[in-house]
Every structure is written in C-alpha cells, then in structure tokens.
C-alpha cells in the first residue's frame, strides 16, 4: 500500500506573441522552439507511456495565450516554415560531417530527432492542444488554466473586475477549446493576495497552487505544512510548492541541469558555423541567432564556451536515467519520513515550468520519461496524482487562509514591480479604469461593439507579467517595452475614438487581425 503521493505540476505558458503585419519577427520563435523542444518531446513521452501501459498522472497548465498561439493557423504555418529549415539545415550537416565522426554521430542523432517531431505534429494535424487534451481524456492529465494574459494579479487588486475579467475570460476560453469548464487554475507566477480566492470561487474554480511560504505562513498555520492542501474559508483548495523536490531541479547549484553531460544551451550552430554557410537559416537581415542545434556538453559550467566538449546523447540519457532513479529514491524517503511524522499519506507537489523540460534542460523529458516508469514499475511507497484527482479522493481538509505570496525572487512581488519596471503600472491602472468606464456602455452600432470588445482585449494584452519580468531580467527589453506601449496606446485610441463617436473601422480591423486573442471576448466582463 503506497504511503503518500507525487503530484508533478507543468506549467506550460508563453506570452501572446504573432506578428502577421511583418515576415518576420525573432519573437515569434519563443513558440517554435517551445513546440520543437519541449510540447512536441513531451506529447512523445506521454505516448510512449500509454502505449506501454505506464498509467502517468500529472498536472499541467496551457495558459490561454499559448492555446491562442497553438490553435492559430498563421503560426501553425509558421512553425511548418520554421521546421522545414530545421530539416534542411540538418541534412546539410549530416552530408558536410560525413568524414568527422563524433559530428556525423550528433547530426545523424538530430535528424532523427527532427524527423520525429515533423512525425508527431502531422499526426497531430497540427493541432497540439488537441494532442494534449487527448491525455486529459485518458485521465493522465489535469489540464488547469490561467490568468488570461499571465496578468500579476496582486498588483491589480484595487481593481478587483480587472481580476475578475482575466479570471473569467480564461475559463470561458478553457470551455471553448476543452468542451468543459476548468477546475483548477495556476496563478501567474504564483501570486497570491488575500481575498482572490472570493473571485475564484465565483468562477467555479475548485483549487491553485502557491509557493511553499504562503501555507507555511498561513492563518492557522497549516498543521501538515505543505504536504497537505488547506480549504479556504470559500471552499478553494490550496496546494503549496514542496520546497525540497523543486530545489532538486532547479537550484544552479546542485539542480540536475548542470551536469556536466547534459547538453550545454548556450553553444548554437547559429553561431558556430561559417557565416556564409549559416546566412540561410538565421535572420532575414543577416544577424545570427540561435538554430537549435547544439553539438557541445555543459562540460564543467566554469568553463568559457570555447572550452566545451562534444555532446553525446547516449551518455545523457543514461544520466537523465540515473537524475530520475535519485529523484525517486528521494521522494521516496521523504514520503516514508512524512508519513510516520504526519500519521497520514503526504502529498509532494513539485511544480516546474514545462519550458524547462526540453528546452532549457535538454533531456528534461526523457528524465520525465525514466520517472513515470520507475515509479509505476519500480516501487510501491508513492503513487502519481493529479492535483484534481487528489481533492476528489481527499474532500476533508484543514480550513486555513494563505499569506500573500509568489514564486518570485524573495517570494513576494518584487520582481514585478521595481526600479525596472514601475512606470508601467500607473498606465495599467488609468487604463482598467478607462475600461470600468467603458463597460457601462451600450453600443449604439456594431462598429462600436468591435471597438469595445478590441479596447478590452488591448488592456489585457498589456497586462501580461511577462513583460514586467523581461524588463527586469534584461533580456529583450526593447521588445518588451515595445509591447506593453503598443498595446496601451492602441487601447488608449481605442477609448477617445469609442468617447468621441469617431471610430476608424479601417485601423480597427487592423487591430482586429493583429491582435485577434479571445475572439468571442465580451466588453461587458469589465462591469
């Protein structure tokens, strides 16, 4: 009889980015290589589970930006593009290495690889959310939800129907694209204030997830800390991030990424190769980029990039085998240790950024391949669950509210919200309530209902935390602040225009195409 259980959480998300006014946009490639390296390798090991009879469970959130992205025909196209030149580019390499052994051995190695991502996506008719959903039938997945943009909901809490709108047009999105309303939900970047958990339940959402600080420092503190979920006062159930697995992952210092026969991110061919060789597959204007080949190993990260050694993949997978065998073996032992302390079965929740497994962290899911199997196969202390399957087999649960938190650096809000990236919130706020303003109209034509409906999904593309947090981290900043202006001073046209009975149906439309998220959005969420 197992003693407790695992509940792994992926949280699958990437801001809204499509760009149909230009050719191209470097952006735009944030998707391509998330489907590439992490949503395509994942589908595969969910496949190759089910197909050998490994009864998985996991969570997983797909935000309704990446929905949005994954669902649309332009970029779906795009992708085809972008995979196409992938392909090319690797029978290249495989014909120019046929005399360097190691190197032909690695482009041998990525064309398979390619080939078996182009299989999966036409089998897939392109269509990914379908894919995944397939596993949620299968009950192997707990598909969860979103803010509808990613907004940082804490920072929007003085205007709580600016939390109720991306609360609920993300459930109405999830009914469109799911055929059913979701039960859960994971709150950007974690961040929880006291009192969201009212809008929640009013959305019909059952449960969230915080980090590890906002049970422990809940009120009452939570007898099982967070190793077991509390109920709100509303009834929202709280689950919170097991601070020792995640570390296991995460951590640069002791995380299983950095090993040194892993495959090291930051040496691209992009870079590598003889530029006139290379000029047809970076960018338009001739600048390099990365390709998505990488021929070298971590190595030792002290190391300078000139010092690494040549990947082999077959040493990796072993490895990535050998991180999920002590990953379990850890669990394990915590799990024996938590139940003779608790007097009842603990659950660990060990919540990660899907984009980790694949793309930063190369073998990321062949190690979620390797865990499934050595937990269904191997053992018998822990079981996996889904945090939905778990509250329907646990109903009773202590009552507690949490403390304000996020899974940002220091657990808190700063990251969001500091020198970098204050003066965007000033602009948020006039903006929502510009919008409140707006929401109490009765259009007078269906032009005007266009350009209602247009303001309000400008404002929420504008929210996206995604943008605060580049702007701090230091990487695309310009495109960063690009976006959050852009999006704010079309909405804010958008208001004198719907003010002034002037609207321009021309530029509207334009808006209309570019920024098409959440096509069935509805103005009045914002009453």
Not at 44 to 61: A, Q
Not at 73 to 82: A, I, K, V
Not at 152 to 173: G, R, S
Not at 241 to 270: A, C, H, T
Request: proline content about 5%; hydrophobic content about 35%.
């Amino acid at each position: 009889m197992a003693l407790g259980y695992l509940a792994l959480v992926l949280h699958a998300h990437l801001p809204f980015v499509r760009h149909p006014e230009s050719d191209y946009v470097l952006e735009e490639e944030w998707l391509y290589e998330a489907i590439t390296e992490t949503y395509i390798p994942i589908l595969r090991v969910f496949r190759d589970l089910k197909k050998d009879g490994v009864e998985f469970k996991i969570t997983m959130s797909l935000t309704p930006t990446l929905v949005s992205m994954l669902k649309d025909e332009l970029l779906q196209h795009r992708y085809d593009q972008y995979l196409q030149k992938l392909e090319q580019l690797i029978l290249k390499e495989v014909i120019s290495n046929q005399n360097n052994g190691h190197l032909k051995y690695l482009a041998e190695y990525y064309e398979q690889e390619f080939a078996q991502i182009r299989q999966i996506w036409n089998e897939s008719e392109r269509d990914l959310v379908s894919a995944f959903k397939t596993f949620q039938d299968s009950n192997n997945l707990d598909i969860v939800t979103c803010g509808a943009t990613h907004g940082y909901l804490p920072l929007m809490k003085m205007y709580p129907n600016a939390v109720k709108a991306q609360i609920e047009v993300a459930c109405d999105h999830y009914h469109d694209n799911f055929g059913q309303f979701p039960k859960g939900i994971w709150l950007p970047e974690c961040a929880y204030y006291q009192g969201l958990e009212d809008i929640l339940a009013s959305a019909g959402l059952r449960y969230f997830i915080t980090d590890g600080h906002g049970l422990i420092h809940g009120n009452p503190v939570p007898r099982f800390g967070t190793y077991a979920p509390i109920f709100t006062p509303r009834g929202v159930a709280v689950f919170g991030r097991d601070s020792e697995s995640s570390q296991q992952v995460w951590s640069s210092e002791i995380g299983y990424p950095g090993d040194p026969v892993y495959r090291e991110f930051y040496k691209d061919l992009g870079w590598e190769a003889d530029y006139e060789y290379i000029k047809p597959y970076i960018m338009p204007n001739g600048q390099r980029k990365n390709v998505g080949i990488k021929y070298y190993k971590i190595t030792d990260r002290t190391c300078s990039l000139s010092e690494k050694g040549l990947y082999d993949p077959y040493w990796a997978k072993e490895k990535a085998a050998e991180h999920a065998g002590n990953f379990l073996f850890n669990r394990i032992q915590q799990v024996k240790h938590l139940a003779g302390v608790m007097g009842r079965e603990p659950i660990v929740v060990s919540p990660y950024d899907a984009e980790l497994y694949g793309h930063w962290w190369y073998e990321g899911p062949q190690f979620l391949d390797f865990l499934c199997r050595k937990i269904w196969f191997d053992q018998e202390t822990i079981v996996m669950t889904t945090l939905g399957e778990y509250l329907q087999n646990h109903p009773t649960q202590q009552v507690a509210t949490p403390a304000q938190s996020s899974w940002g650096y220091k657990g808190y809000h700063e990251f969001w919200l500091n020198e970098s990236n204050s003066w965007i919130y000033p602009h948020l706020h006039k903006a929502i309530e510009k919008m409140t303003e707006l929401a109490q109209r009765n259009p007078e034509s269906e032009l005007e209902l266009r350009a209602l409906n247009q303001a309000g999904r400008e404002l929420l593309l504008a929210q996206s935390s995604d943008w605060a947090f580049i702007m701090h981290t230091g990487t695309m900043v310009d495109y960063a602040v690009k976006r959050t202006k852009n999006h704010l001073l079309r909405f804010n046209r958008l208001y004198e225009e719907i003010k002034n009975g002037d609207i321009n149906g021309d530029w509207l439309l334009k808006l209309e195409i570019m920024d098409n998220i959440f096509p069935d959005f509805d103005y009045q969420v914002y009453r």
